[in-house]
């Protein structure tokens, strides 16, 4: 059998190339459609076809290229890989590996990937994440390379075109289209059709965020739809802007971009009061998403929108009450936003969440940012916080919970003597607190030791005065 020639082994190369990029699109395309074709599912086929042709064709050297790129991912199978070099979520050898906000480390494109499909909490621990900014992990990227060139390993260079970050001059084209169709010259619901399209295509492919915001006009034109007349008050182009606002904030270049627009953050304040339940659990997830940057974070605060999204915890769905809760706690990383938060009514929402265990989590995370504000530690203990949180140290098998707990606990026993009597009291039943000091996270351990020091010279205090 000839063999084959260095261009024709390179255009097979190129042609898997392709086609691993066309079925990855048409695979994504039937996980996120809510209304897939059927012609979407006949040219995965195909492109899965033609790719197991090109893969397995012949048994000569035509194959040669081929089988090289997969040199790597055997060598990589045939051995033990460091547990820490490998991606939580794929199980693979990382190529691109970030630090997320708590901490973890992740393969990039699966990170994304995951964050992309509205996910806002560590997969690891499923702490909420306080912003979505990914953080090159340039340590354990060096590790790996250094542990491929020990033992041989080449890993696939990283292939931004194949993440499908590129797009086509036909969507481009597309995309104009949509906006020509949302100008005010256009019929009402010819814009209708425009919006829900533009919110489909923002949720199907990452790389039309990108060029939407790469137009400073197309969000105002966006936006300006809303105040068309014959849909100033339609509920549905409500909630297809309000998700394209979310679907576009996912992308970290358009979070700035949709923050400093005027109209943005008070259209999805008003949606959280005025829309449908699925309104305003995605109006939520986009306030999550904005405040990922501390400047949009003040903006939302000083907008008005702690107070609806507090009675959106309360009131909402199972998935609004998350939206809204996760919503909270990043606006809360900032100072300026947990007394608003508390003048809200967040304690005493959260602090109800909790009794009905619901939400635990995020409640806990809500309450220990609170705790550093006075109004909500003389809130939290007024409204019978201290029992609760007591409940949790000693009963939740989650040590993350334990520790905010603890954080809540210790700020609420600096400065009140009544609640600190009513903590150690539990300390001489249970021993709760000081089972934590010796076996919970590092900060669980700071804070009950420091409730313990402070009940112990109070107790002695006490004890001298009497």
């Known amino acids: 059998m ?7 082994s390179g255009l097979a190369a190129a042609r898997v190339g392709e086609l691993k990029k066309e079925l990855r699109r048409l695979v994504r395309a039937i996980a996120e459609e ?3 074709r059927i012609d979407t599912f006949q040219g995965a086929a195909r492109a899965l076809a033609a790719l197991k042709d090109l893969r397995f064709r012949g048994s000569g050297n035509s194959n040669g290229v081929l089988a090289s790129q997969r040199k790597g991912e055997s060598e990589i199978e045939a051995m033990v890989v460091p547990e820490h070099f490998l991606c939580p979520i794929s199980a693979e050898l990382m190529r691109d590996p970030v630090v997320v906000a708590s901490g973890q480390t992740y393969d990039r494109a699966f990170i994304e990937e995951w964050l992309s499909s509205g996910n806002r909490t560590c997969p690891q621990t499923q702490q909420v994440l306080s912003d979505t900014t990914l953080t090159p992990n340039h340590l354990v990227r060096s590790m790996i390379s250094q542990w491929c060139i020990k033992h041989g390993v080449t890993l696939p260079p990283l292939d931004r075109e194949q993440e499908e970050w590129l797009i086509t001059g036909k969507e481009r084209n597309a995309l104009r289209r949509i906006f020509d169709k949302m100008s ?14 533009l919110r489909l295509l923002t949720k199907r492919n990452r790389s039309f965020r990108a060029l939407v915001g790469e137009n400073p006009d197309t969000i105002p034109q966006l936006l300006s739809v809303l105040s068309a007349p014959g849909l100033r008050c339609d509920p ?8 394209t606002i979310l679907n576009l904030s996912i992308h970290d270049g358009n ?11 008070p259209l999805l304040i008003d949606a959280l009061q005025t829309g449908t339940m699925e309104t305003r659990s995605n109006a939520a997830a986009a306030l999550f998403s904005l ?6 974070k003040l903006k939302i605060g000083e907008s008005g929108a702690m107070k609806p999204l507090v009675a959106l915890l309360e009131q909402g769905s199972p998935s609004a009450k998350k939206d809204a809760g996760s919503a909270i706690f990043n606006l809360c990383m900032v100072h300026e936003n947990r007394a608003r938060a508390v003048r809200g009514g967040a304690v005493g929402v959260v602090l109800k969440a909790i009794g009905h265990h619901s939400l635990v989590d995020e409640s806990l995370a809500i309450l220990a940012l609170l705790s550093s504000d006075q109004d909500a530690v003389e809130e939290i203990g007024r409204a019978g916080g201290v029992p609760r949180l007591l409940g949790i140290v000693r009963d939740s098998p989650c ?3 334990k520790e905010n707990a603890a954080v809540v606990l210790f700020s609420i026993c600096m400065h009140d003597r009544t609640k600190l009597r009513e903590v150690g009291e539990e300390e001489e039943k249970l021993g709760s607190i000081s089972r934590l000091a010796q076996n919970g996270t590092s ?3 700071r804070k009950a030791a420091g409730i313990i020091d402070k009940w112990k010279r109070a107790s002695r205090s006490t004890h001298y005065s009497c």
């Open 236 to 243: 549905e182009v409500q909630e297809d802007t309000v998700t």
């Open 291 to 296: 405040s990922a940057l501390d400047c949009n």
């Open 443 to 445: 900060r669980a351990r």
């Open 2 to 8: 000839a063999k084959s020639g260095p261009a024709e």
């Open 399 to 401: 040590a993350r919970n």
């Open 184 to 197: 005010s010259s256009s019929s009402v619901p010819e814009q209708k059709q425009a919006v829900r399209d």
């Open 255 to 265: 979070k700035k971009i949709v923050g400093d627009n005027p109209q943005a953050i």
């Open 34 to 36: 809510d209304d897939g």
